[in-house]
């Protein structure tokens, strides 16, 4: 891509109150009784292009299929030499059902095609490529998949997503069966991820033009062992290779119940190659022929080893022609890498870059996007401003459908709480929550704290009980859950997964000045767990503000605003306790300016 994107001007009417970035609120008389309910400005259009058009879309389907029929289906990343060792054959390994089953698209819904294919731009069909890869739907607009499936490419000008079919799209006539394709708005490679190895993390995150309707499945979370221990049955899926001795992917789509293995047992057939703790081992030892072998293949890259429910592995790599006898088949280890997926999947991206962005306003009614630069100074970067959201008492952000455009949520002067969400064709529109919201003295939204891959709402009341709101997905929140009493002196903030266990965390400042993080549990009740000291000396900040992981690098990070106006930036390190945050480093002065964060 060539240039960043701009959101649509987004304008809301004036209300009465004014909500410190500490989360306390200030007296102002109110402006305006209020009419009903606040309708804003509709933006003409997005300011987000629209991408390929859906002819474009299934022109590179059919593209890619040509290009791949009769030539070896695999995935575009690397492919290194294996490294001989003690019952390693020298080969290739090579990214990878052989000996699989017919699978239907209503028992693995989440199941997603992605086709890839570049003519060079040159009449010369000598220099085209295509590819294919498998996905898996983890939110309605994101895919997660192999990184050695995006690493290099540009999924975004060649790339195509198709879901809702367990077939592969005719390749004479473009029938999708039924399926519905998109296109790719963003990609997100694991920075650790190294293509000469594969080695890293084969895991990356697409970002949709626009969200599919279809179930999502979930990656396990962080301290899952039970799914890797040995023995344990598990169900990888694809369209890849059904035979050694053809490169033909399948038509439709297959699985294969394997056994989970042990570090030990991919060890010991392919020495180095496979790193435990960033890979896993799964299936029964290849028997040299396709009878007798049941292992992912070509075409299957990027796919999904589902155990008990939920994404344990990425189809990653394995041995040339899948079949060698003694081959284990290895997959990316989810549970090592969950906490940077989900980073991808709830993000707070204003400007569709990938990188978390922050809402600012000014006590005059100035409201202000700022534009995360990743993790170089001065890590915020331009400003968009956007009208009409003076007086607001709180605004906040966040992705509450899951379709990658960002919500806002914010309460009226009557204390009506609305959300203003994209309606996934053209504009923004409000949606209303509810009244009372003027009983809640601050209001958060962390992440999926209840455990349902819906983002959730934590209130602060006045009496000093915590509630959770379960969110449903549709801009709105069920009934509230009582976390507990005794909140009056802390100052609530957070946004997503500091301790890396997969499940997103609550961030509370005591009157002391103490920080604390408490961990989220992945369920309604408890929604957190026991305390963990931070570190004290924060009362020298006057305004906490977190727009999740502002520098990319799959952790949360933390913003601090001290007396004199100077912002600070903690970058997460993935760690709890006193190492949660790397040492702050200073983005800059005048931020005395605003007194509402989102």
């Known amino acids: 891509m060539t240039s960043t994107p701009r ?37 003409a259009a997005t300011e987000r292009p629209a991408g390929a058009s859906p002819a474009e879309l299934a022109q590179r389907i059919q593209d890619s299929a040509a290009i791949l029929k009769g030539h070896t289906a695999t995935a575009p990343g690397a492919q290194p030499e294996a490294t001989p060792s003690a019952g390693v054959p020298s080969g290739r390994i090579d990214p990878k059902i052989i000996g699989g089953k017919d699978a239907s698209i209503s028992e693995a819904p989440w199941m997603v095609q992605l086709h890839y294919y570049d003519d060079k731009g040159t009449q010369d069909p000598g220099d085209d490529e295509g590819y294919f890869c498998g996905g898996t739907l983890v939110a309605p607009a994101k895919v997660l998949t192999a990184a050695h499936c995006v690493y290099g490419l540009d ?54 033009s626009k969200a599919l309707p279809y179930k999502t499945l979930r990656p396990t979370t962080s301290d899952d062992t039970a799914s890797y221990t040995n023995g344990a049955p598990a169900t990888v899926y694809g369209w890849g290779r059904t035979s050694s001795a053809s490169q033909e992917i399948s038509p439709t789509l297959k699985k294969a119940t394997v056994p989970m293995r042990s570090d030990a047992s991919c060890t010991s057939y392919w020495g180095s190659d496979f790193v435990p703790g ?5 299936g029964n030892p290849a028997s040299g022929q396709d009878a007798g072998t049941v292992s992912p293949c070509n075409g299957d890259s990027g796919g999904p080893l589902v155990v008990n429910g939920r994404i344990a592995g990425v189809v990653s790599w394995g041995v040339e022609d899948c079949v060698a006898s003694g081959a284990y088949g290895v997959y990316a280890k989810v549970s090592s890498y969950v906490a940077e ?57 966040a992705d509450l459908d899951r379709d990658s455009w960002q919500d806002y949520v914010f309460r009226a002067p009557d204390g009506v709480l609305y959300t203003f969400a994209f309606n ?16 809640m003295s601050d209001l958060r939204v962390p992440g999926d ?14 009496d000093g009980v915590l509630w959770l709101y379960p969110g449903k997905g549709d801009g709105t929140f069920g009934s509230r859950v009582r976390v507990g009493g005794g ?78 106006g100077v912002l600070w930036l903690y970058k997460g390190t993935g760690k709890s306790g006193t190492a949660t945050f790397q040492t702050r480093v200073r983005v800059g002065g005048g931020w005395n300016a605003f007194n509402l964060f989102g």
Request: glycine share 14%.
């Open 424 to 439: 996934g064709a053209d504009r923004y529109e409000t949606i209303r929550v509810g009244g009372g919201w003027n009983a």
């Open 7 to 43: 959101r649509a001007r987004l304008a809301l009417p004036a209300a009465t109150a004014a909500l410190a970035l500490s989360g306390a609120v200030l007296a102002a008389a109110p402006a305006h009784a209020s009419g009903g309910a606040p309708v804003p400005p509709q933006p």
């Open 341 to 397: 997926i989900n980073s991808r999947v709830d993000d707070t991206d204003l400007d569709f870059d990938g990188l978390a962005d922050l809402f600012a306003r000014t006590p005059g009614g100035a409201a202000y996007e700022y534009y995360s630069l990743g993790d170089q100074w001065p890590y915020l970067g331009n400003r968009f401003e956007i009208e009409g959201w003076g007086n607001l008492s709180l605004v906040r952000q």
């Open 449 to 462: 704290l209840s455990g349902d891959a819906l983002p959730d709402l934590v209130a602060k009341d006045k």
């Open 487 to 564: 909140w009056s002196t802390y100052t609530i903030t957070g946004k997503g997964d500091y301790n890396r266990d997969g499940r997103p965390d609550l961030l509370a400042r005591d009157g002391s000045g103490v920080l604390w993080l408490y961990p989220g549990t992945g369920k309604a009740s408890p929604a957190f767990g026991s305390p963990v000291r931070v570190g004290g000396g924060w009362s020298v900040y006057t305004a906490l503000a977190t727009a999740g992981d502002t520098t990319g690098d799959g952790r949360p990070d933390l913003l601090a605003r001290d007396t004199s």
């Open 155 to 208: 999924w975004s000008e060649n790339g195509a997503v198709l879901g809702g079919t367990a077939q592969l799209p005719d390749e004479e006539t473009g029938d999708l069966h039924g399926g519905r394709v998109t296109g790719v708005w963003s990609q997100w490679v694991n920075p650790t991820y190294r293509p000469s190895t594969t080695s890293g993390g084969d895991v990356a995150v697409l970002t949709l």
């Open 278 to 282: 960033q890979m896993a081992c799964a």
